[in-house]
């Protein structure tokens, strides 16, 4: 069955300023890499704008509504690297709302697994909050509606980006029914992340990894810890939070991960979602910002996806 490709132009039109490393043309670069003739059979869909109350579902009515009422005729500066321009507003709809249709597209069964190429990113943004150069919590908010539109209730995040999704941890830690693992570089942004972070009932894993690890730590850490976990809390559907920041190239962070590791990941990922939720996969770009190694490693991941 084929995979679903979801984005649109409202990524590139996000626009962070001169010299900041979340910038459009990381979304070009993967979606250059997506026109290979590998590719050719990947279903094109466009991401649509994300109903608001799917939103409220992730995050508090405050923080919504504080992004909906910022202004859209200038830059706002939400911290010192959470950026507000003109065009962020319906990127970041568009990214919630891709992340909401990819999940259709699983559920409805049309799609075996889908990949949803926009930004900003999403697993820094809290329940209460921006930051971390996301503004909504593409993975919670995808997470929840699987929830509210398909009756779902064991929903399932996992995280390769480099950092820790301190955002999606704060969403779904007091739920026993979510969760969320992740593998990260620690000590690095954002400071959260540890081992004995475990939530409210061994929902949360994290499996943080020291500066200069590599594919002999990343792989074990997997392959011992978040594998395993994930498969005895049996999701009925897996989400991916698909940061590409830990390859060797990356700017801003020092994990020593490359191409093949991203593959492997991927592929045994897909084979615990075989044997939980039938295959159903719903992966959402998040960081990586070496814009070659970026677009070479987002390739490999889609590339898994559609085995
Ligand atoms: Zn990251």
């Known amino acids: 069955m084929s995979v679903a490709l979801f984005t649109h132009p409202a990524a590139l039109a996000h626009d962070t300023g001169e010299d900041h490393p979340e910038c459009p043309d990381r979304v070009r670069w993967v979606l250059r890499a997506l026109e290979h003739p590998d590719f050719v059979p990947l279903l094109r869909e466009v991401a649509p704008k994300v109903a608001v109350e799917a939103l409220y ?42 992340a909401c249709a990819a999940v259709d597209a699983v559920m409805e ?63 779904f830690e007091n739920d026993a029914e979510l969760f969320y693992a992740s593998s990260h570089q620690f000590p690095c942004y954002p400071g959260t992340g540890r081992a004995s ?50 390859h060797a190239a990356d700017p801003l962070a020092q994990l020593r991960l490359h191409e093949p590791d991203f593959t492997w990941v991927t592929e045994e990922l897909l084979a615990v979602a075989d044997a939980c939720c039938p295959g159903r996969v719903v992966s959402l770009l998040e960081g990586g910002y070496d814009l070659d190694a970026l677009a070479s490693s987002a390739a490999s991941h889609v590339r898994a996806l559609m085995r």
């Open 197 to 246: 972070e475990t939530g409210v009932a061994g929902n949360i894993v994290n499996a943080p990894l020291a500066p200069g690890s590599g594919s002999e730590a990343f792989r074990p850490a997997w392959s011992r810890l978040v594998l395993p976990a994930l498969a005895a809390f049996k999701p009925e559907l897996l989400i991916i939070s698909a940061g590409f920041d830990a």
């Open 109 to 171: 069964g049309w799609a075996k697994a889908a990949f949803v190429a926009m930004r900003p990113p999403g697993h820094h943004a809290e329940a209460e909050r921006a930051m971390g150069f996301c503004l909504f919590n593409n993975a919670a908010v995808a997470a929840f509606h699987a929830r509210a539109r398909w009756g779902l209730r064991r929903v399932a995040v996992v995280d390769f980006d480099v950092h820790h999704g301190n955002g999606t941890q704060d969403i």
């Open 57 to 98: 579902a992730a995050h508090s009515k405050a923080h919504v509504d504080g992004i909906l009422a910022l202004p859209q005729d200038r830059v706002t500066y939400i911290d010192g690297d959470t950026v507000f321009s003109p065009g962020s507003l319906e990127a970041a709809l568009r990214g919630a709302g891709g």
